[in-house]
């Protein structure tokens, strides 16, 4: 089984930077691929990054690319995403996932491993 925990989510004004962790506990070498989604209330849960067990590729939503990064720690099983120039429509509650595939990919029902998530709150 393998644990996900986020941290580092706050509120803060647009145009701020926030950096989430991921950090993964138990039998971490089945989360492969690791991503980051959101859901802001009222909206289905939206893909934002991924990354693949190299860290080598990765892959953004449209709406993030150019102000959000995904990185992977060098002990490969913490996983960062630095969101630079916030907007409000960032608010949601994000979550980390793990997938036990090596493919990459941005389906949230691909993944098999969530954590409980952490609020993201920008003020205009």
């Known amino acids: 089984q393998v644990q996900l925990e986020e941290s580092g989510g706050g509120l803060v004004q647009a145009g701020a930077s926030l950096r989430l962790a991921c950090a993964a506990s138990?039998?971490?070498?089945?989360?492969?691929?690791m991503g980051w989604f959101r859901q802001a209330p009222g909206k289905e849960r939206e893909f934002v990054a991924a990354?693949?067990?190299?860290?080598?590729?990765?892959i953004c939503a449209d709406s993030v690319k150019g102000r959000f990064t995904i990185s992977r720690g060098n002990a490969k099983n913490t996983v960062f995403l630095q969101m630079n120039s916030l907007k409000p429509e960032d608010t949601a509650v994000y979550y980390c996932?793990?997938?036990?595939?090596?493919?990459?990919?941005?389906?949230?029902?691909?993944?098999?491993?969530w954590g409980q998530g952490t609020q993201v709150t920008v003020s205009s």
């Open positions: 990354i693949s067990w190299s860290g080598l590729i990765t």
């Open positions: 996932a793990g997938r036990t595939i090596s493919t990459i990919t941005r389906q949230a029902s691909d993944y098999n491993y």
């Open positions: 138990g039998r971490t070498f089945s989360s492969v691929v």
